[in-house]
């Protein structure tokens, strides 16, 4: 769930389930990848007026270190 809050912060709540593993215990990378994204998506939305839309071309990202589950 996505919460836009009164400072003008956008706030994702997610609770992975065992689905989303990609190995043992860890968040399949391209999930995380679709939360950043639709993160910088919304985020337009904050600051910008609702007749800005974004559509992302290219998205590259280096995990310094896996998302665990739980």
Not at 1 to 8: A, K, N
Not at 16 to 23: C, F, N, R, V
Not at 32 to 53: K, M, Q
Request: hydrophobic residues 35%; negative net charge; glycine residues 10%.
């Amino acid at each position: 769930m996505f919460y836009e809050l009164e400072t003008q912060e956008l706030l994702c709540l997610v609770t992975p389930k065992d689905e989303h593993q990609g190995y043992p215990g860890r968040l399949h990378g391209g999930i995380a990848t679709s939360l950043l994204d639709e993160t910088i998506g919304r985020s337009l939305l904050i600051y910008y007026n609702e007749d800005v839309w974004g559509a992302t071309v290219e998205f590259t990202t280096t995990f310094k270190k896996p998302f665990p589950l739980g």
